[in-house]
């Protein structure tokens, strides 16, 4: 069964250094989505992506993140300058269609010391 | 998006049905109910969803009142591996998944 593939599994970094998480989605999939979820909380909605371009953004994704389709099968996302608060598990989502179920991957751990 | 109220926790007994309401009184008639699951930190996982029909797959059954303010899905046949967070979330066709608290299901032996 196709998937979606996160890595790093887990990134433990410095306060002020830049992170990029990387996602495979599902091959056909065009909608492509970033969550995050701190531990013990909600999953939070932050990007999603369409068309080479954001869809839509909350107000957790500031200036200091942002996401990019590099090629034809990478979706990162990068963290130019990671705080402390920045600490969670990172989720990737991809969907085939606009109203489509989105498919989520394992996560990637970010701890910012 | 429509607001979700659900449970914080339930039990179910192994091998049981397990029932997980959910309240959505201000759905809208655009408003699609999905239903996901998170285990121990993993990904989310779909599970199902509707508009106004019951609906049912390999996974689970969701029902659905008939005003739409509110819908069960169940679980017709716990399992252990069935002990997850399971989130009932309205969304618009088309828009973003909105994630709640979520109900914690303990399947216990």
Same mark, same amino acid.
């Given at each position: 069964?196709?998937?979606v ?8 970094t ?6 990029i998480?990387?996602c ?13 979820q ?8 932050l990007v999603?992506f369409?068309?080479?371009?954001i ?10 993140f942002?996401?990019?389709r ?5 979706f ?21 269609e ?16 | 998006?429509?607001?979700? &109220? ?6 179910c ?12 009184? &201000? *759905?809208s008639?655009?408003?699609y ?9 993993? /990904?989310?996982?779909?599970?199902i969803? /509707? ?5 049912t ?8 009142t ?5 819908? &069960? ?9 069935? &002990?997850? $967070?399971?989130?009932c *979330?309205?969304? $618009?066709?088309?828009?973003?998944? *909105?994630? /709640?608290? /979520?109900?914690e299901?303990?399947v216990?032996?």
């Open positions: 069964e196709p998937e593939t996160q890595t790093p599994s887990h990134q433990v410095q306060m002020g250094q830049e992170v998480l990387r495979v989605p599902i091959s056909n999939h065009l909608y492509f989505y970033w969550y995050r701190i531990l013990g909380q909600k999953v939070e909605f999603s369409y068309n080479n371009e869809s839509e953004k909350s107000e957790i994704f500031d200036d200091q942002s996401v990019e590099p090629d034809g099968s990478n990162t996302l990068k963290i130019r300058s990671t705080k402390l608060e920045d600490s969670a598990m990172y989720f990737c989502a991809s969907s085939g606009r109203h489509g179920e989105l498919f989520f991957g394992e996560g990637s751990r970010l701890t910012v010391l | 998006d429509a607001k979700t &109220t659900q449970p914080p926790s339930m039990d007994a192994e091998g049981r049905a397990a029932n997980l309401p959910c309240n959505h009184s &201000t *759905i008639g655009n408003e109910v999905y239903w996901y699951r998170q285990i121990h930190s993993q /990904g989310p996982q779909y599970i969803h /509707g508009l106004k029909n019951n609906e797959n390999e996974m689970a059954s969701l029902i659905i008939e005003d739409r303010k509110s819908s &069960t899905l169940i679980l017709p046949h716990a399992t252990l591996r069935d &002990t997850a $967070v399971y989130y *979330i309205v969304r $618009v066709q088309g828009g973003k998944l *909105i994630f /709640g608290q /979520g109900t299901l303990s216990k032996p």
